[in-house]
């Protein structure tokens, strides 16, 4: 049985298993609370699997993985910011979103501010950091599949973008929240699994000493003048050429990285799926456990495929390196196991990259529409007036939206590495959301135009640098390569936009005279102890 043949079988098996997930959520999807937060029925520990299984994305498995089998010691900034973030949601966010909102991030902000104004800004930034977030996986479905399958034309890889996101509007309009969390339980499972397994037979090939699989990995893609500075910093960032801008750059990086996460929609939601302030908690416990072994596998993932697959195969199956970790299960289970275990492992991690990208993107489509449904339409748009129903409803409509505009920007963007679209997707959550989520559970004197102004302010910024930045216009891998018109030099704008989002929320907040201190202290109260929670959860 040829590789292509087995990967089809394992893909449609999956993608069957998942569908009947998918229709069994929807006979349990009765009210908004099932649709929108799974009627809040899930455990700490599947809530921390399901948030595991949302986090550990396309970026992480085939970017990362491709990042650091292409510019080594660079690439390892993103396994440690993507690890480091979920402290700051921890500590900051996690308990305190919990007992504070109902289905969305705008539930919180808008509590003690004037809704409207509040929850449009919410509702828009939620939606425009889904749709770049949304990108990277999409544009790692094309890569993958292209390998998997043997599809090498450019229209084959638009049809697989495609394909991607008609399941995943399945997986939304009819599984709504517990369908997705379920889908995203079980992707977390095989996925740790796959990336153990490959982990283990890399580092038993090289007898399980490390320091032999970083030489060999030097060696076999590090520059031909110095293939030691593949274990050394400056070689994608901070190098002689980029100079000081370089260096800028790499901090604005981690910047977005560390601080995104708190301010990732599709994230933030999950913590509204359990029952308890404790179950919040405890599921970001797990789940840091489970993303902390991850992230350390991605280590070995990719100086593995740079010490036994080298860039050069790794640059002509796909220019970004997202096929990386696919390629060295191929190598790794031929030298191991022979041509028919080689197939066997790429056919099996191709199907577990192929669950991770749609599990994913089931999270994020889901975030986005029910945003639009929860917040602009029926408390923007309806005033607070439309029933349960017209608010899913309309959730199902938007998600069909949501998916068909991420499929064509999708398109535009497939020669991108997953990692960086992933760190800009960071950067915008990090410049407009965080900002104002922040503020309004620790700041009194935060108020209505403060929080637009944060959101507002914070979002475009980003926006507006990455448009004039590199990633655009300007470069051979630029999504435009033929134009140029980049005048901001950095690649990540985060280490601008972020301090810009702070200082619009403050400087709209002492422009005001509005202040409502009884909302403040009754969300104080709110957030640290969860009394009221179950109040806001039944009405």
């Avoid at 580092?203 to 060696?219: C, D, I, P, V, Y």
């Avoid at 080298?310 to 289970?333: C, F, K, S, Y």
């Avoid at 709209?508 to 202290?521: D, F, L, Q, V």
């Amino acid at each position: 049985m040829s590789s292509t043949t087995l990967s089809t079988i394992l893909f449609l098996a999956f993608v069957a298993a998942t569908l009947g997930i998918t229709v069994w959520a929807s006979r349990q999807t009765k009210t908004a609370a099932d649709y929108y937060a799974g009627g809040r029925s899930f455990s700490g520990a599947q809530n921390g699997l399901a948030i595991g299984g949302d986090y550990m994305s396309a970026a992480s498995f085939l970017g990362i993985a491709g990042i650091i089998a292409l510019f080594g010691y660079d690439g390892f900034l993103y396994s440690i910011g993507f690890l480091v973030a979920w402290l700051v949601a921890l500590l900051l966010v996690a308990e305190l979103m919990r007992n504070s909102g109902k289905f969305t991030m705008a539930d919180v902000l808008a509590f003690r501010m004037s809704p409207r104004p509040v929850r449009t800004a919410a509702g828009v930034s939620t939606i425009v950091v889904s749709i770049f977030y949304l990108l990277a996986q999409m544009v790692g479905a094309g890569a993958l599949v292209g390998l998997l399958l043997g599809v090498t034309s450019e229209a084959g890889k638009v049809w697989t973008i495609v394909a991607v996101g008609a399941l995943m509007i399945v997986y939304v309009v009819f599984g709504g929240m517990k369908g997705t969390t379920w889908v995203q339980i079980v992707k977390a499972v095989l996925l740790m699994t796959g990336a153990a397994l490959v982990t283990i037979l890399v580092l038993a090939e090289f007898g399980f000493n490390l320091s032999g699989l970083l030489g060999q990995a030097a060696a076999t893609s590090g520059p031909g003048a110095n293939p030691d500075s593949f274990l050394s910093p400056g070689l994608r960032y901070g190098t002689e050429e980029q100079g000081l801008a370089g260096k800028i750059d790499l901090i604005s990086l981690g910047l977005a990285l560390v601080l995104g996460t708190a301010g990732l929609p599709h994230i933030l939601i999950r913590f509204y799926t359990v029952p308890t302030a404790k179950d919040a908690r405890k599921s970001v416990i797990w789940g840091i456990g489970i993303i902390g072994t991850f992230y350390l596998l991605t280590l070995v993932l990719g100086f593995g495929a740079a010490a036994i697959v080298g860039r050069e195969e790794i640059v002509a199956q796909d220019p970004g390196g997202n096929t990386a970790a696919p390629l060295l299960a191929l190598r790794i289970g031929e030298e191991i196991f022979g041509s028919v275990g080689g197939t066997i492992l790429l056919a099996f991690i191709g199907a577990v990259a192929f669950a991770t990208i749609l599990a994913v993107v089931a999270g994020l489509t889901l975030a986005s529409s029910s945003s639009f449904a929860h917040d602009l339409y029926a408390h923007v748009f309806r005033r607070g007036q439309a029933s349960e129903r017209q608010e899913v409803v309309v959730a199902r409509i938007s998600a069909l939206v949501i998916g068909a505009v991420a499929i064509g920007l999708s398109i535009l963007a497939q020669n991108q590495n997953v990692a960086f679209l992933v760190a800009l997707a960071f950067a915008v959550a990090a410049s407009g959301n965080l900002p104002a989520i922040l503020y309004s559970l620790f700041w009194k004197r935060f108020n209505t135009a403060g929080a637009v102004s944060a959101i507002y302010g914070g979002l475009l910024s980003a926006l507006l640098l990455v448009v004039f930045s590199p990633v655009v216009s300007g470069g051979e891998r630029a999504l435009l390569p033929d134009a140029d018109f980049a005048w901001f030099p950095l690649s990540n704008p985060g280490i601008v936009s972020i301090p810009f989002g702070f200082l619009c929320g403050y400087l709209g907040t002492i422009m005001s005279k509005e202040y409502n201190a009884a909302k403040y202290a009754e969300i104080e109260v709110r957030s640290l102890t969860g009394v009221g929670a179950e109040k806001a959860v039944k009405h």
